[in-house]
């Protein structure tokens, strides 16, 4: 996952997080408008006017007649809760008369404001608002009837209609309050199912403000802190410091290439140092030959002379010509020491694999035997022909194989295997001998030239010997034997090349060795 996308995970949270908040808030102010702020706006509305239609059927019913009382009491007349007409019967005055009518005026108005009220209706209901409308008329009509002359049976029933108009606003009102309760204990549902909701969200926001801290630290601020102790230990010189790379986002891509840099800087200042080093050898070695040659050519050509001079059946005659082969073989091996100090070039061929490995080990087998030390070989699925330089990869198994023989205690083996290797492409040959092993603190030296712990060593066998494996394209490595007894763990080196010239691996340098020189 890259860092911006990881960012955009963390801003994404926060801001369902704010949206959240916001969506709850405006869901809390539409609901308390809509279930509570409008319906008690409502509330005190229609109450209001069912009152001041209550207070009007008071007035009408007080001008039809004394005896009027609050109804439902005990202390109402009882012709109007038996609707007899045992009142006694009266005409209306002209101020009755005034009084009803505007009393039936005002009450037919607050009918008509009612009427544009649809909570009113949606509350108390068709039936019941239809019934209030009946008896509102009802009343209206009879204390019409009895103050323009009609008699006393329309002022009972006027009273009758004022009675039951009345009971059915006191019981509509009940039950709008019994609402109004109702929609007061929803608000405190809503009130607490709000708080819980904020308290949530706000939770969540902190959560993810908390995640986001974590989180930075653990992508930006430790990433960035490795890589700037990184850069300062690689500025001052460690180039082997390797950056722990913990993800796959842009800084871990970034770890990984620097741990890439700092590889291939300290692998071409190991080239650089190698260059320099073998320069010095060459100019040293040219030296050397150049000094050697001029007394050998007198040697051989004395040598020679006398000879001439000694009858054929002269034993000396034998010596001389001793002498002369072996400054040839002398002169020969100089002129090989003065090849290896110039640019190595191979010349691959296909060579049997294990005549030419015997073929090496046949050339130290005398100087194993002066030690006591035995030499075996073994073979597991190796290749019988393979690609190599066989002049130059002798040296290289010639340096490693005297190694071993030299590390060897008395009455031990070194076991030389050519086996497989780890791909059909690839083949090994491991040289593991028995005796103390390398030191911890020298493994990492052991193939730098002029690098020895022999009291007559050169220094220079392994370090060739890496030259050659590398330039035909393979690996050489070391690692700790296992242990054998009482004698040490030992050593076993590994020259691991390809079958076929070209394709090489990835070489690295190796790590351990045990005696080198």
């Known amino acids: ?34 279930e509570v702020a409008s319906p008690f706006h409502s509330v005190t509305h229609v109450l209001a006017e069912l009152g001041q239609l209550k207070r009007q059927a008071e007035r009408i019913a007080g001008g039809l007649g004394p005896g009027w009382s609050e109804p439902g009491t005990s202390a109402g007349p ?26 039936i005026g005002r009450a037919r108005s607050h009918v008509r404001t009612l009427e544009q009220d649809d909570w009113l209706r949606q509350r108390i209901g068709l039936s019941t608002w239809n019934s209030l409308r009946m008896k509102v008329d009802a009343m209206s009509a009879g204390a019409s009837d009895w103050a323009g002359g009609a008699g006393h049976a329309s002022r009972i029933g006027a009273l009758r209609a004022c009675w039951e ?30 708080a819980w909701w904020l308290a949530s969200v706000f939770l969540a926001a902190a959560l993810a403000g908390l995640l986001a801290v974590v989180l930075l630290r653990r992508w930006v601020q430790r ?33 990984r290439e620097v741990n890439h840099m700092a590889g291939m800087v300290d692998r071409l200042l190991r080239e650089a140092v190698d260059r320099e080093r073998f320069a010095a050898v060459g100019q040293m ?52 020491l003065l090849d290896s100090t110039k640019p190595l070039v191979l010349h691959p061929r296909p060579t049997p694999l294990l005549p030419w490995v015997q073929s090496v080990v046949q050339t130290h087998l005398p100087s194993a035997r002066a030690k006591a030390v035995g030499v075996e070989v073994a073979t597991h699925n190796a290749p019988d022909l393979v ?28 076991s030389l295997s050519v086996a497989a290797g780890p791909t059909p492409a690839q083949f090994e040959v491991s040289v593991m001998d028995h005796g103390s092993g390398v030191p911890l603190d020298l493994r990492g030296r052991i193939f730098e030239p002029h690098f020895t712990t022999k009291a007559h060593g050169t220094g220079i066998g392994l370090a060739i010997a890496q030259q050659i494996v590398r330039a035909h394209g393979g690996l050489i490595t070391h690692e700790d034997a296992p242990k054998n007894g009482s004698t040490g763990s030992g050593a076993v080196f590994r020259i691991r090349l390809p079958v076929c010239a070209g394709q090489s691996e990835q070489p690295n340098v190796a790590e351990n060795s045990h005696q080198p020189g």
């Open 78 to 103: 009882a012709a109007l809760r038996a609707a007899q007409p045992a009142l006694a019967p009266r005409e209306p005055t002209d101020d009755d008369a005034r009084e009803i009518r505007a009393a």
């Open 387 to 414: 690609e190599i330089d066989p002049r130059h990869l002798d040296h290289a198994l010639a340096a490693v194989l005297a190694n071993a023989i030299d590390a060897a205690p008395p009455g031990s083996k070194v």
């Open 223 to 255: 990433p960035v802190a490795e890589l700037r102790r990184a850069a300062s230990r690689i500025a001052a010189g460690d180039f082997s410091h390797r950056i722990p790379v913990t993800g796959g986002d842009e800084i871990g891509q970034l770890m």
């Open 285 to 336: 070695v040219r030296r050397i030959v150049h000094n050697v040659r001029n007394p050998l050519a007198g040697i051989r050509g004395l040598a020679e002379i006398t000879r001439m001079d000694l009858p054929d059946t002269s034993d000396g005659r034998e010596n001389l010509t001793l002498i002369v082969n072996t400054v040839d073989s002398f002169e020969k091996w100089l002129t090989e």
């Open 1 to 34: 996952m890259s860092l911006q996308v990881k960012f955009l995970l963390l801003v994404g949270t926060l801001v369902l997080a704010v949206v959240g908040s916001l969506a709850a808030a405006w869901w809390s102010l539409r609901v308390v408008h809509t």
């Open 165 to 194: 108009l009345h009971e059915l606003i006191e019981s509509t009102e009940l039950r709008i309050l019994e609402d109004a309760r109702r929609s007061v204990e929803y608000s405190d549902q809503l009130r607490a199912t709000l």
